[in-house]
């Protein structure tokens, strides 16, 4: 039978392992030595550890996709129901004229523009990292919160210029 020699890399000793072995014991210290990857002796019990947190990983991965699209799915919801609620509120202030129905539109209205895109950002899984010494958020909320802005604003304001044009063509 075949043998392959390694160095126990906890003591320094020779361990035999049979080809087909995956596990040598070191006759000196005791510790179970098998080959990683790249066909170097490790400990089991680190091998194990590694394997162990690369299944973690993997799980935090799948975790935060889930949330992301949950995220994502809740803001289309709420950034639709805007648009159309800011829509069919300017199109009654167009075709009604009433003060109070244009109160109730502006103050709609600035309440998406503004605090929806807020409470989105404040939704938003962002995940922490370890860059160099320090815990870092990415991506940072403020990005999170200038790219919504850019999002909500300019269709709000497309919206309302809709509801214009038609309560206009209406009459
Ligand atoms: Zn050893």
Redo the contacts with the bound molecule.
């Keep these: 039978m075949n043998t392959v020699e390694l160095e126990?890399p906890?003591?320094g000793?020779g361990v035999a392992l049979a080809e087909r072995e995956h596990i040598g014991v070191?006759p000196?210290?005791g510790?179970k030595v098998c080959l990683d990857n790249a066909g170097n002796a490790v400990l089991l019990q680190k091998l194990e550890k590694e394997i162990e947190q690369r299944d973690m990983i993997g799980q935090n991965e799948e975790a935060h996709k889930k949330r992301l699209k949950n995220w994502y799915k809740w803001a289309y919801i709420i950034i639709g129901s805007d648009l159309i609620l800011s829509f069919l509120g300017w199109y009654l202030t167009g075709t009604d004229r009433s003060v109070a129905v244009g109160s109730v539109s502006m103050l709609m209205s600035l309440f998406f523009a503004v605090i929806i895109p807020i409470f989105l950002m404040a939704a938003y899984p962002c995940r922490e990292v370890m860059k160099g010494k320090e815990i870092t958020r990415t991506p940072k909320r403020s990005a999170v919160l200038l790219k919504l802005y850019g999002i909500e604003v300019p269709f709000l304001i497309t919206s309302v210029l809709a509801a214009y044009i038609v309560a206009k063509a209406v009459g």
Aim: aromatic residues 12%; contains cysteine; hydrophobic residues 10%.
């Design positions: 126990c906890n003591c000793a070191c000196y210290c510790s």
